[in-house]
Nanobody, 127 residues
Framework: QVQLVESGGGLVQAGGSLRLSCAAS????????MGWFRQAPGKEREFVAS????????AYADSVKGRFTISRDNAKNTVYLQMNSLKPEDTAVYYC????????????????????WGQGTQVTVSS
Protein backbone atom coordinates (compact mmCIF):
# COMPACT_ATOMS: atom_id res chain seq x y z
CA GLN A 1 0.00 0.00 0.00
CA VAL A 2 1.23 3.46 -0.94
CA GLN A 3 0.22 6.54 0.96
CA LEU A 4 0.51 9.96 -0.63
CA VAL A 5 0.31 13.15 1.41
CA GLU A 6 0.08 16.51 -0.31
CA SER A 7 1.04 19.82 1.27
CA GLY A 8 1.73 23.39 0.28
CA GLY A 9 -1.70 24.56 -0.79
CA GLY A 10 -3.20 27.83 0.32
CA LEU A 11 -4.56 31.21 -0.70
CA VAL A 12 -2.54 33.36 -3.06
CA GLN A 13 -3.19 36.41 -5.19
CA ALA A 14 -3.24 36.19 -8.95
CA GLY A 15 0.29 36.32 -10.30
CA GLY A 16 1.70 34.69 -7.20
CA SER A 17 3.39 31.35 -6.69
CA LEU A 18 2.94 28.20 -4.65
CA ARG A 19 4.94 25.02 -4.36
CA LEU A 20 3.06 21.80 -3.72
CA SER A 21 4.76 18.75 -2.29
CA CYS A 22 3.64 15.14 -2.24
CA ALA A 23 5.39 12.72 0.09
CA ALA A 24 5.04 9.01 -0.68
CA SER A 25 5.36 6.23 1.84
CA UNK A 26 6.74 3.50 -0.38
CA UNK A 27 10.08 1.76 -0.61
CA UNK A 28 10.07 1.62 -4.40
CA UNK A 29 9.17 5.22 -5.20
CA UNK A 30 11.43 5.21 -8.22
CA UNK A 31 9.21 2.55 -9.84
CA UNK A 32 6.32 4.98 -10.03
CA UNK A 33 5.57 7.69 -12.51
CA MET A 34 3.93 10.54 -10.61
CA GLY A 35 1.21 12.92 -11.60
CA TRP A 36 -0.67 15.97 -10.42
CA PHE A 37 -4.36 16.41 -11.11
CA ARG A 38 -6.86 19.04 -10.02
CA GLN A 39 -10.59 19.35 -9.58
CA ALA A 40 -12.45 22.63 -9.39
CA PRO A 41 -15.97 22.89 -7.92
CA GLY A 42 -18.53 21.57 -10.35
CA LYS A 43 -15.90 20.36 -12.79
CA GLU A 44 -14.33 17.05 -13.60
CA ARG A 45 -10.88 16.13 -12.44
CA GLU A 46 -8.25 17.16 -14.97
CA PHE A 47 -4.64 16.31 -15.66
CA VAL A 48 -2.07 18.93 -14.70
CA ALA A 49 1.38 17.36 -15.02
CA SER A 50 3.26 14.08 -14.81
CA UNK A 51 6.85 12.95 -14.48
CA UNK A 52 8.53 9.68 -15.35
CA UNK A 53 10.52 7.40 -13.04
CA UNK A 54 13.77 9.21 -12.98
CA UNK A 55 12.49 12.59 -14.05
CA UNK A 56 13.94 13.02 -17.53
CA UNK A 57 10.47 13.14 -19.05
CA UNK A 58 7.63 15.44 -18.07
CA ALA A 59 4.22 16.25 -19.48
CA TYR A 60 1.90 19.21 -18.90
CA ALA A 61 -1.61 20.26 -19.65
CA ASP A 62 -1.70 23.11 -22.15
CA SER A 63 -3.36 25.33 -19.57
CA VAL A 64 -0.33 25.21 -17.25
CA LYS A 65 2.53 24.81 -19.69
CA GLY A 66 5.19 27.45 -19.11
CA ARG A 67 3.82 28.32 -15.67
CA PHE A 68 4.01 25.04 -13.71
CA THR A 69 7.00 22.76 -13.22
CA ILE A 70 6.86 19.20 -11.93
CA SER A 71 9.94 17.63 -10.36
CA ARG A 72 10.82 14.75 -8.09
CA ASP A 73 13.44 13.77 -5.55
CA ASN A 74 13.60 9.98 -5.40
CA ALA A 75 15.91 10.10 -2.37
CA LYS A 76 13.14 11.87 -0.45
CA ASN A 77 10.21 10.00 -2.02
CA THR A 78 8.71 13.35 -2.92
CA VAL A 79 7.25 14.96 -6.00
CA TYR A 80 6.79 18.70 -6.34
CA LEU A 81 4.67 21.07 -8.37
CA GLN A 82 6.01 24.60 -8.64
CA MET A 83 3.19 26.89 -9.71
CA ASN A 84 4.03 30.38 -10.95
CA SER A 85 1.93 33.15 -12.46
CA LEU A 86 -1.15 31.70 -10.86
CA LYS A 87 -4.56 32.62 -12.21
CA PRO A 88 -8.00 32.48 -10.58
CA GLU A 89 -8.87 29.60 -12.91
CA ASP A 90 -6.13 27.54 -11.24
CA THR A 91 -8.29 27.41 -8.11
CA ALA A 92 -8.97 23.75 -7.34
CA VAL A 93 -8.14 20.85 -5.08
CA TYR A 94 -4.84 19.44 -6.27
CA TYR A 95 -4.14 15.73 -6.01
CA CYS A 96 -0.96 13.80 -6.54
CA UNK A 97 -1.09 10.26 -7.84
CA UNK A 98 1.29 7.34 -8.35
CA UNK A 99 1.39 5.08 -11.40
CA UNK A 100 3.37 1.85 -11.19
CA UNK A 101 5.19 1.23 -14.46
CA UNK A 102 8.15 -0.63 -15.85
CA UNK A 103 8.57 2.05 -18.49
CA UNK A 104 11.49 4.31 -17.74
CA UNK A 105 10.10 7.27 -19.66
CA UNK A 106 6.35 6.95 -19.29
CA UNK A 107 4.42 10.08 -18.31
CA UNK A 108 0.77 9.06 -17.94
CA UNK A 109 -1.67 11.87 -18.71
CA UNK A 110 -5.02 10.42 -17.71
CA UNK A 111 -6.34 9.38 -14.34
CA UNK A 112 -6.92 5.85 -15.56
CA UNK A 113 -4.21 3.50 -14.40
CA UNK A 114 -2.96 5.56 -11.51
CA UNK A 115 -2.77 3.15 -8.62
CA UNK A 116 -2.75 5.50 -5.66
CA TRP A 117 -4.10 8.97 -4.90
CA GLY A 118 -3.55 11.50 -2.15
CA GLN A 119 -6.25 13.30 -0.22
CA GLY A 120 -5.70 16.59 -1.99
CA THR A 121 -4.67 20.11 -1.04
CA GLN A 122 -6.72 23.23 -1.73
CA VAL A 123 -5.28 25.98 -3.89
CA THR A 124 -7.23 29.22 -4.06
CA VAL A 125 -6.14 32.08 -6.31
CA SER A 126 -7.83 35.41 -5.71
CA SER A 127 -8.22 38.02 -8.42
Amino acid sequence: QVQLVESGGGLVQAGGSLRLSCAASVSTFSNYAMGWFRQAPGKEREFVASISWSGPRTAYADSVKGRFTISRDNAKNTVYLQMNSLKPEDTAVYYCAAYYTSSYYYTPRTGLGYNYWGQGTQVTVSS
